[in-house]
């Protein structure tokens, strides 16, 4: 392969020697250092070969000397490349004329794309994009991305970074939004849970309640101060109380596999099956599914085709171990209550008591579970106005 | 001459091709032959090909026998080769 890819940059000729003994003269031309390769034999006197092109006329002076003939029948290589271009000039100008026409269809603006946009819609950028010229099929050159950058930073306020790029012939616009800060609302600040308060720091208004005091959901506790504002931190210990249970014995539904499906048709309302309607297992589950027959837009046939798959299944009785039964009470218990609590409460303890069974059958635990957090309770009541 | 310079090359364990100008022959099956150091070829057909060595020739005979490569001291023969054998003077060389 290598040496294919030196003969084809030297250049090289196919030839046919003519004349007699030419295998002397094939030793020859080795002799003068001259490289043949591909010798094929024709006849007695009439063989062929390959040589490179600038050995060919070291072949001369041999030739004077002895009655033979060589004639070129082919030129191959990278210096007769032109040579062969000129002849076809037509594929020439076709591949040039594709060039042309791919760099020209690349030169254009054919599609947007738009990166980090949240709040602010894809068509008001469009629009501002728009104002400034760019339009779907201009000429890229003819845009000046930092001033149209620039642009967008003046017209869209709610914008605070931009940047615009080339991907091929699609213009990338990249946005970083503003956050804008929300301005402090009014009203006064209420309970949001029941609990006992833990912790009040008041920053503005006035507090109605202190440390200590056990306050009900909507209790006011801040009232807003002079200029409408009320801020505080107000952190309460909130206790949440559930109850769970759970059984020592336990039903399990086993899949075991098996499965028979039997097939049938519904006629208008009545029921065809093709084989006994006997179900195969003791216990099992059935699925039924139905597909219409012929369905042509709107209309179709009162036929179905019905399959009802039997499912064997196994009822297995489960006895619970009583530390396996507590502790699913205990997690069927926190999550009913982890439902209530914010987040970013901070538990405090848990507190967990199994409750004797009153009528005395063992088939059950039961629990009470107890939860103290420490919890953010202020609420903003917004258009509070009354100071009572 | 020849026997000092065997000596030699047995003293010395050196390759005897290169001291003595001797052919060497690396086949590829029946279907490649590279050989060094030949004298150039003084019969070729595609079913036989005489090769001219120091004090002698190498006959090789096969099918489609064609010359891949000749060069001053190397030479390459492709096709089905089916036998190799020599022609040599009388005193030819002979290394042990």
Not at chain 2, 12 to 17: E, G, Q, R, S, T
Request: hydrophobic share 40%; with cysteine.
């Amino acid at each position: 392969m290598n040496k294919k890819i030196l003969h084809y940059w030297k250049g090289y000729l196919k030839i046919d020697i003519r004349g007699n003994a030419l295998g002397r003269f094939i030793s020859q031309i080795s002799e003068e250092g001259i490289l043949l390769w591909d010798i094929e034999y024709l006849s007695y006197d009439h063989y062929r070969a390959y040589l490179y092109k600038d050995d060919y006329n070291r072949l001369r002076p041999l030739l004077r000397r002895r009655k033979c003939q060589v004639r070129i029948i082919e030129k191959r290589g990278f210096p007769f490349l032109f040579l062969q271009i000129r002849r076809r000039v037509f594929l020439l100008l076709g591949i040039l004329m594709i060039l042309f026409i791919f760099k020209l269809g690349t030169s254009f603006l054919w599609s947007y794309e738009f990166k980090g946009l949240e709040n602010i819609e894809e068509e008001t950028i469009l629009e501002v994009l728009e104002e400034a010229g760019i339009r779907k099929g201009i000429l890229k050159k003819d845009l000046d991305l930092m001033e149209i950058e620039n642009y967008l930073l003046q017209r869209i306020p709610a914008i605070s970074w931009a940047d615009l790029s080339w991907q091929g012939t699609r213009l990338t616009v990249d946005l970083v939004e503003k956050k804008l800060v929300k301005p402090v609302e009014k009203g006064a600040l209420v309970a949001s849970k029941d609990g006992i308060i833990s912790k009040l720091i008041v920053l503005k208004g006035q507090a109605l309640v202190k440390e200590g005091d056990t306050v009900t959901e909507g209790q006011v506790l801040v009232l807003p101060g002079s200029d409408g504002e009320a801020r505080a931190i107000i952190k309460a210990e909130i206790w949440y109380e559930a109850r769970a249970e759970s059984p020592l014995k336990e039903q399990l539904i086993i899949n075991t596999g098996k499965k028979r499906t039997k097939w049938g048709v519904k006629l208008a309302d009545r029921l065809i099956r093709f084989s006994t309607t006997i179900p195969p297992y003791d216990q099992y589950r059935l699925k039924r599914s139905s597909k219409k027959i012929f369905a042509w837009r709107n209309i179709s046939l009162p036929i179905e085709l019905f399959k009802e798959e039997y499912q064997e299944i196994k009822i297995l009785e489960m006895n619970n171990s009583a530390e396996l039964a507590l502790f699913k009470a205990k997690e069927k218990a926190l999550a009913g209550i982890l439902l209530h609590i914010e987040e970013g409460s901070l538990i405090e303890s848990v507190y967990l008591e199994v409750v004797e069974n009153e009528d005395n059958n063992n088939e059950k635990i039961k629990l009470r579970l107890m939860i103290k957090t420490e919890e953010n309770i202020a609420c903003l009541k917004e258009d509070f106005s009354g100071r009572n | 001459m020849d026997k000092l310079k065997r000596q030699f090359i047995r003293l010395f364990d050196l390759p005897a091709d290169i001291i003595m100008d001797l052919p060497l022959l690396l086949l590829v099956f029946d279907n490649k032959l590279y050989l060094e150091n030949h004298k150039g070829i003084s019969y070729f057909q595609s079913e036989e090909i005489k090769v001219k060595i120091k004090n002698g020739f190498i006959i090789l005979q096969g099918k489609d026998l064609s010359i891949c490569e000749i060069n001053r001291e190397t030479l390459t023969i492709s096709g089905k080769i089916f036998s190799i054998s020599y022609e040599l003077r009388k005193g030819g060389d002979r290394v042990e």
